[in-house]
């Protein structure tokens, strides 16, 4: 048949010897080839659906999930510069609070302070008045007793001098007078 | 309706005033005769300072009370009541002389519901007063 086909296209015959050629070379044999390429087939298709594919689903799964674990370290970075960024917000806003609260509270403080000077003031002169009134009534009282230590004194120096020196016609000239008035 | 008192002692120097001696035993007589047949003799004894009362001042009779630390003499006495007749326009002025020795000197003349002081124990009060204050 190699013949024949050279004598038609001397081409192709060439290559038909080469060919066969090689197969001898080679030892080829077709027969076994096919049986083999089957069984590679066989072999392939076994590999390919028990390991290949389960193999490659669960690599699959893992990309995915290690994808996904990117994603979500990503999201929680992000998340975690926002919320340190709203931290940072939130320490500004708050050390503003508290130095209003602080600056309210000195301000309070300090009203306070005012009000019971104020009020510690008054205190004061009420009581000095209170005690300057005391001194005084003191001091008028004493004056008092004073004068009725010596009145009561005088009196009763009066009082022994009349009983011993007046006499009848002395009290007669007194009523005398006494009825003139 | 009952009578007091005033009233009788009222009703008895109505009937007493201006009456001659003789009349006067008739008109008590009558009187006491009146209050036996009233049951009213335990009242004789108000009724007999309420005349006296009645009498005094429709009398313009002033009975008064002299106190002096010192007996009163009868110049003294006499001044005395022309004074009270004089201030209080009286008829007459009975006088109660009583000593008392703390007023020193003076007099207090004391009459119905006055008392006029002038001892020297009270110019010595006033001047005490007067010292003090």
């Given at each position: 048949?190699?013949?024949?086909?050279?004598s038609?296209n001397?081409?192709?015959?060439?290559?038909?010897?080469?060919?066969?050629?090689l197969?001898?070379?080679?030892?080829?044999?077709?027969?076994?080839?096919?049986?083999?390429?089957i069984?590679f087939?066989?072999?392939?298709?076994?590999?390919?659906?028990?390991?290949?594919?389960?193999?490659?689903?669960?690599?699959?799964?893992?990309?995915?999930?290690?994808?996904?674990?990117?994603?979500?370290?990503?999201?929680?970075?992000?998340?975690?510069?926002?919320?340190?960024?709203?931290?940072?917000?939130?320490?500004?806003?708050?050390?503003?609070?508290?130095?209003?609260i602080?600056?309210?509270?000195?301000?309070?403080?300090?009203?306070?302070?005012?009000?019971?000077?104020?009020?510690?003031?008054?205190?004061?002169?009420?009581?000095?008045?209170?005690?300057k009134?005391?001194?005084?009534?003191?001091k008028?009282?004493?004056?008092?007793?004073?004068?009725?230590?010596?009145?009561?004194?005088?009196?009763?120096?009066?009082?022994?001098?009349l009983?011993?020196?007046?006499?009848?016609?002395?009290?007669?000239d007194?009523?005398?007078?006494?009825?003139?008035? | 309706?009952?009578?007091?008192?005033?009233?009788y002692?009222?009703?008895?120097?109505?009937?007493?005033?201006?009456?001659?001696?003789?009349?006067?035993?008739?008109?008590?007589?009558?009187?006491?005769?009146i209050?036996?047949?009233?049951?009213?003799?335990?009242?004789?004894?108000?009724?007999?300072e309420?005349?006296?009362?009645?009498?005094?001042?429709?009398?313009?009779?002033?009975?008064?009370?002299?106190?002096s630390?010192?007996?009163?003499?009868?110049?003294?006495e006499?001044?005395?009541?022309?004074?009270?007749?004089?201030?209080?326009?009286?008829?007459?002025?009975?006088?109660?002389?009583?000593?008392?020795?703390?007023?020193?000197?003076?007099?207090?003349?004391?009459?119905?519901?006055?008392?006029?002081?002038?001892?020297?124990?009270?110019?010595?009060?006033?001047?005490?007063?007067?010292?003090?204050?």
């Amino acid at each position: 048949m190699a013949l024949r086909t050279a004598s038609v296209n001397p081409g192709a015959g060439v290559r038909l010897l080469i060919m066969e050629n090689l197969i001898e070379t080679f030892h080829i044999d077709f027969k076994l080839l096919i049986a083999q390429s089957i069984n590679f087939i066989i072999v392939f298709f076994a590999l390919y659906f028990l390991i290949f594919k389960p193999l490659s689903n669960v690599m699959k799964d893992r990309s995915a999930k290690i994808a996904k674990s990117l994603d979500d370290a990503e999201k929680i970075e992000k998340e975690l510069i926002k919320t340190e960024e709203e931290y940072k917000k939130s320490l500004v806003k708050v050390k503003k609070e508290a130095e209003l609260i602080l600056a309210k509270a000195d301000s309070q403080a300090e009203e306070n302070k005012q009000a019971m000077l104020i009020k510690a003031r008054e205190e004061i002169g009420q009581i000095i008045n209170l005690e300057k009134n005391k001194m005084l009534a003191e001091k008028a009282q004493t004056l008092k007793d004073i004068k009725k230590e010596t009145a009561d004194l005088v009196l009763s120096i009066v009082e022994k001098v009349l009983e011993n020196k007046l006499n009848n016609k002395e009290d007669a000239d007194l009523i005398k007078k006494i009825m003139k008035k | 309706m009952k009578i007091t008192a005033k009233q009788y002692a009222r009703y008895l120097y109505q009937a007493t005033n201006n009456k001659e001696k003789e009349q006067l035993k008739e008109i008590i007589k009558n009187f006491v005769k009146i209050l036996k047949d009233n049951n009213e003799l335990t009242k004789i004894n108000q009724i007999v300072e309420q005349f006296i009362e009645i009498w005094h001042f429709e009398k313009k009779i002033i009975l008064a009370e002299i106190v002096s630390a010192k007996k009163i003499g009868m110049n003294t006495e006499k001044l005395l009541k022309n004074y009270i007749k004089e201030i209080n326009k009286a008829s007459e002025v009975i006088i109660e002389k009583k000593i008392d020795k703390s007023l020193l000197g003076g007099v207090v003349i004391k009459y119905n519901d006055k008392i006029l002081d002038g001892s020297l124990k009270n110019s010595l009060k006033e001047l005490k007063n007067k010292l003090i204050n």
